[in-house]
């Protein structure tokens, strides 16, 4: 199956990505302050982070880069450090996810692009984009034999590649690939991992759809 990753590239831009059917029929949607393209906190600020869903469904919140902000499960997001990072809201029928930048993260530049899966900087306007054609409805990963129902402990020198599952099999949908700590271990555009430092840091993979699945690696 086809995997890959957009480009990245300048550090100073965000790009904000919606799963669904059409902007105007989206399952979930992060209010914006007035006028603001992105979120804005200083070290140590905290923010009330509000969506919309047009069901009654339960939003998980979760944050690109823990060490640059953390967000609570009610939405509570709080600065830790500068940098440029991505908050989502996921329900079960969608996804919204906008860009976050904390004290000096970008050096007084507006972000307006992020990358759909990881929240890495891209080059770009701000843009919500979907995917209506997708058609996976469930992602299973496994690596190096193990599913991420078992722990996976690597030592520094180890590698391997994701195996993925979709569902349906027949689905060549690109898959992208993003690890909450990359200080920690590394994934690249086919699903490649390396561990660089002790620690743990949980691999997403994630169909243009944003149906997703997670990993966790441990590193001694």
């Known amino acids: 199956m086809k995997k890959q990753l957009f480009a990245l590239a300048s550090a100073a831009a965000l790009t904000v990505v919606l799963a669904g059917c059409g902007a105007e029929e989206a399952a ?16 140590g600020e905290e923010i009330s982070v509000v969506a919309q869903t047009k069901k009654s469904e339960n939003i998980a919140w979760t944050c690109g880069d823990d060490n640059i902000a953390f967000i609570s499960p009610d939405g509570k997001l709080t600065g830790l450090a500068n940098g440029v990072t991505v908050v989502t809201a996921k329900t079960d029928s969608g996804y919204d996810n906008v860009g976050v930048v904390v004290g000096n993260g970008v050096e007084g530049a507006a972000p307006s ?59 060549e949908d690109p898959i992208y690939f993003d690890s909450s700590a990359p200080d920690v271990v590394t994934v690249d555009d086919e699903g490649h991992v390396t561990p ?25």
Do not use: H, W
């Not at 979930?28 to 070290?43: A, M, R």
């Not at 990963?141 to 391997?160: K, P, R």
């Not at 002790?198 to 169909?207: E, K």
């Open 28 to 43: 979930v949607k992060i209010n914006l302050p007035e006028n603001q393209e992105y979120l804005s906190l200083e070290i």
């Open 196 to 220: 660089v430092s002790r620690g743990s840091a949980t691999i997403t993979a994630t169909a243009p759809n944003g149906v997703t699945d997670t990993f966790k690696i441990f590193v001694r």
């Open 113 to 171: 692009s992020v990358n759909p899966a990881t929240g890495a900087a891209g080059a770009g306007t701000v843009q919500r984009v979907f995917d209506e054609n997708s058609r996976v409805t469930g992602l299973s990963l496994s690596l190096n034999g193990m599913t991420e129902d078992e722990t996976l402990i690597l030592s520094n020198g180890d590698e391997g590649t994701f195996r993925v599952t979709v569902t349906p099999s027949d689905c």
